[in-house]
């Protein structure tokens, strides 16, 4: 049984020919790691309280931990990134949060002119991201914006290159479509 | 539906095997049909609504029920194609049945040879399943080619209530761009233009018979009605009487000099300008044309409501217990205390400030010019003591014109208060602005050089003697004369950029008022839908063989691009200097006007 500490998974659904979804399932939120923290600034808090001796630190340290908890699982922890293609409607790309709020973007597809592994040089390795090349709309030759996927959960290449795959057989499908009307 | 799942970890690095099947055909055309929630549980009827055959989708607006008489139903459609200028038509036939009835199939086929339409749908639902079987029916294809059918439901009151925002990119697009145009933006001008078509449902007496949102219920309130009615006289008499404000705001009277330059340098006067343009603007009797113009209208009546009642709320706390009283009774020490407190750092200047040692001749004569206005700026504020009370009293009573104008005439008042500081800043940043403009035509002069007005360089130039002495010899008294003054245009600017600091924070929360779009923020928190950035597709459960099933929601705008949509225009810019400039002109002993409004004459 792997470790399901360094984990994640990649789903890939067919629907129908022409409509496929990707999802990645991201790390789920360390019990261990959201008792350290909570720990340490109780710890500190006290600490506080021993030298000021003044209450209101303790109730400050507590309201502070809550609401970096709501904040933290509202807005920073992504639980899983998913990526629906439909041939002739466009791209969605959603983002569901740990306290499950779910953001989401869709692309139509007259705006999209390829989805590409691109890679990159950070530091001192190698990263390689897909992302999704935008069509400008007054030279349509040329490339608007990169919108970049799976930003939060940064599957590795052998996950990439199925998701590519998949994506340039329906982005195929556009082109005989529209080369036959 | 084919699924699979293979999993990385992010230790090694493995290669998991895994293969995607693809269906052995490929569907060269897609077909779309856009369906409205609220017929799904329609009868069995015919699918009127509007064909796009660039994007080979079709929207379906309504369905219009058995028994009909087909020339009237064509008659009814041509006529709402006329008023709409939507290209309205019979699309295809509606059949919810328990099961299927071969009787029945066959009149629907029939009606497709009456109204004719290429292609013709034919949407069937079992009553008992929620997978529905779609069928197209192409009289005269061009090239044999397989459909594949996408059913995308949605929710017809909110799409056609909605205002599609696009991406910043595309809102630049001219009109010959518009077959490039959004494939969404026409579904959603479609249905917002159909309105005529809803008016209608299938309750009404008449020949036809339709199923659309409506059908759960015509909506319409009447507070809103009634608000509609009154708006009319209130519109008319609030532009009499604003028209009649204006016309003695404009009156030759106030247009003299000295009223003229006091009315320009009061911010207060400047916010009740602001406000009247805005009554102005709410109280026209156009209507508004699009919907921006309508979003404004909104968004500036709600503010000054905002603004007028906060303004009401603070001055009912004013006038409790008598605190405009204490207000009073402690400005005047306040004053006392701050030229007190001036009275000490010139004293504290004339001595030995900061170890420094001063030109003792010069900082008497300054000290005791500074020291001598200080006491004519108290003389008259003791002469003001006995009305200051009765001043601040009907003052006050202005709030309840809004809490923006009572911030203004808050900056107003301390404007006034530190009249005296901003002008010892004056004196002091001339003084030292002489003093380094005759050092750099001095030092030029004492290394044999001179400005070219003409050339507008740096020329040599070759003086006589005596021009020389007396050259040097200035030069030299500015020179060791320059501590002395430079420590007092210090003190005092940095005096004077507390109080422009202190000022520009109310003016900055004068103009947050003026410029949230509160009405907008309110609708994107209660009707997200109104306010759409894109929508979003969820996959319904699949069957194979059957239509893949899509549910479209509104995407609402994020709160951050609401706000820099519909954000008001305010009367005043921001400091247009960069720092550098800053600190250039600082250091010249320029005066700087941080806060300048627009429409005001650069300095």
């Known amino acids: 049984m792997e470790e399901r500490e360094d984990c994640i998974a990649l789903q890939c659904r067919q629907y129908s020919a022409s409509c496929r979804e990707f999802s990645v399932r991201c790390q789920p939120v360390q019990l261990r790691s959201l008792s350290a923290a909570t720990c340490s600034v109780w710890l500190a808090a006290y600490w506080l309280f021993v030298l000021t001796q003044n209450s209101m630190v303790l109730s400050a340290a507590i309201f502070i931990t809550l609401i970096g908890l709501i904040v933290y699982l509202h807005f920073v922890k992504i639980d899983q990134e998913s990526l629906l293609v439909i041939a002739s409607l466009g791209i969605q790309m959603t983002s569901s949060y740990a306290s499950g709020k779910e953001n989401t973007t869709f692309i139509e597809m007259s705006r999209v002119k390829d989805v590409v592994i691109n890679e990159a040089i950070y530091m001192q390795k190698v990263i390689y991201y897909l992302c999704i090349l935008l069509r400008d709309p007054l030279d349509p030759q040329s490339v608007s914006e990169v919108v970049p996927l799976f930003q939060s959960s940064k599957p590795r290449l052998d996950c990439l290159v199925e998701v590519y795959r998949s994506c340039q057989e329906i982005l195929e499908q556009r082109k005989t479509v529209s080369q036959t009307l | ?603």
Not at chain 2, 93 to 108: G, H, I, P, R
Not at chain 2, 184 to 201: H, R, Y
């Open chain 2, 1 to 603: 539906m084919q699924m699979l799942s293979l999993k990385a970890s992010g230790g090694q690095d493995q290669t998991p095997k895994a293969q995607v099947e693809s269906s052995s055909s490929i569907p060269m055309v897609v077909l779309k049909v856009f369906f409205p929630s609220c017929c799904s549980s329609a009868e069995s009827g015919l699918l009127v609504g509007h064909w796009i055959p660039e994007q080979n989708s079709a929207v379906i607006l309504a369905v219009v029920h058995f028994p009909f008489i087909p020339v009237q139903v064509k008659q009814y459609l041509s006529e709402v194609r006329q008023v709409t200028q939507v290209n309205v038509s019979v699309l295809g036939t509606w059949s919810n049945c328990k099961k299927k009835e071969e009787s029945l199939s066959e009149f629907l086929e029939d009606l497709g040879t009456i109204f004719s339409h290429e292609p013709w749908i034919q949407l069937c639902k079992e009553t008992d399943s929620k997978f529905w079987s779609c069928s197209i029916i192409q009289k005269h294809p061009s090239t044999p080619k397989e459909d594949e059918i996408i059913l995308v439901y949605y929710d017809q009151r909110k799409v056609m209530l909605s205002h599609l925002h696009p991406p910043g990119n595309l809102t630049n697009s001219t009109d010959h761009k518009a077959e490039d145009a959004s494939k969404l933006a026409i579904l959603f001008d479609t249905v917002a233009k159909s309105k005529v078509l809803f008016m209608k449902d299938r309750y009404d007496d008449g020949p036809i018979k339709l199923t659309h949102w409506q059908s759960e219920g015509v909506e319409a309130s009447i507070i809103v009605e009634l608000m509609k009615q009154a708006s009319i006289p209130v519109c008319m008499l609030l532009t009499f009487l604003l028209s009649f404000v204006s016309s003695v705001c404009k009156s030759r009277v106030l247009k003299f000099w000295p009223l003229c330059f006091i009315w320009s340098k009061l911010s207060t006067c400047e916010q009740l300008g602001h406000r009247l343009e805005h009554l102005q603007v709410i109280s026209s009797n156009r209507k508004a044309q699009n919907q921006p113009q309508l979003m404004r209208k909104a968004n500036i009546f709600v503010s000054l409501l905002a603004d007028v009642a906060l303004g009401i709320l603070l001055m009912s706390w004013l006038y409790r217990k008598n605190r405009i009283g204490h207000l009073a009774d402690t400005l005047i020490p306040v004053a006392d205390h701050v030229a007190k407190e001036l009275q000490d750092l010139l004293q504290w200047l004339m001595g030995v400030p900061a170890g420094l040692k001063m030109n003792r001749a010069l900082d008497q004569v300054l000290g005791r010019f500074f020291l001598y206005h200080i006491h004519l700026w108290i003389s008259y504020i003791h002469l003001m003591s006995p009305f200051i009370e009765m001043i601040l009293w009907y003052v006050g009573l202005s709030a309840c014109l809004g809490l923006t104008v009572a911030l203004s005439i808050l900056s107003d008042i301390i404007a006034l208060l530190t009249f005296h500081i901003y002008c010892f800043y004056v004196y002091g940043a001339r003084l030292y602005c002489l003093k380094i403009y005759g050092l750099s035509s001095l030092w030029r002069l004492f290394r044999g050089k001179k400005w070219n007005v003409l050339r507008q360089r740096v020329d040599s130039c070759s003086y006589d003697l005596d021009q020389l002495f007396i050259g040097t010899l200035l030069f030299t008294i500015l020179l060791f004369l320059l501590p002395t003054t430079a420590l007092y245009y210090l003190v005092f600017t940095l005096l004077r950029l507390l109080v422009v600091v202190v000022q520009g924070l109310i003016h900055l929360l004068v103009d947050l008022i003026d410029s949230l779009p509160l009405y907008s923020i309110l609708l994107r928190l209660c009707r997200s839908y109104r306010l759409a950035a894109g929508v979003k597709f969820r996959v319904l459960e699949q069957k194979t063989g059957k239509p893949l099933r899509l549910l479209m929601q509104i995407n609402p705008l994020s709160y951050g691009s609401v706000v820099q949509t519909y954000r008001l225009p305010t009367y005043s810019c921001y400091p247009k200097d960069s720092w550098g400039s800053l600190c250039k002109k600082l250091f010249l002993g320029e005066l700087i006007y941080p806060w300048k409004h627009k429409g005001e004459k650069q300095d």
